[in-house]
């Protein structure tokens, strides 16, 4: 058993694009057998991201389990997202990598700041779709005018 602190510097030397720094604990087990080797990931820690709406920075709770196989073989390959194919040869394997982009998964295409949640949920429909709209009357024209007879048309083949 593994245990790593993970912090800013873990994510300079990894990559800042998506997740700017960090907490985290990782612990890994590695299980070895004669013809693969096993290693499972438990890593928790806060996140630091910048909300996509405001740009505050906030810190996003991010938990992972995961398991990966280094099965031998004649060349390093990756067959899936959870088996790696390495030599007889391979002294070393950079789990550092591994971690990072666990991390990186977890982290939503839409990072808002936690007060942004709540409405952010109510701006979804049934479908988990956001619809975001200027106007306030139940049309959605915005305004009294009469409508164009060219958008009437269109709105017919709906």
Not at 64 to 69: G, I, L, Q, T
Request: glycine content about 6%; overall charge negative.
């Amino acid at each position: 058993m593994f245990n790593y602190e993970l912090d800013d510097k873990f994510f300079a030397r990894y990559g800042q694009n998506l997740v700017e720094g960090g907490r985290f604990n990782a612990e890994i087990v590695l299980d070895k057998h004669e013809t693969f080797i096993e290693a499972e990931f438990k890593i928790n820690g806060q996140a630091a991201l910048v909300c996509d709406r405001s740009l505050d920075p906030f810190d996003f709770a991010v938990t992972v389990n995961k398991k990966v196989v280094f099965k031998y073989g004649e060349e390093e390959t990756e067959l899936s997202d959870e088996i790696l194919i390495i030599t007889r040869e391979t002294t070393s394997v950079d789990l550092g990598q591994l971690m990072y982009e666990f991390i990186v998964l977890e982290i939503p295409m839409r990072k808002l700041h936690p007060r942004f949640q709540e409405e952010d949920e109510q701006e979804e429909n049934e479908d988990g779709k956001v619809i975001y709209s200027s106007s306030t009357d139940s049309n959605g024209s915005g305004d009294d005018e009469e409508m164009d007879p060219r958008w009437e048309q269109l709105k017919k083949l709906k």
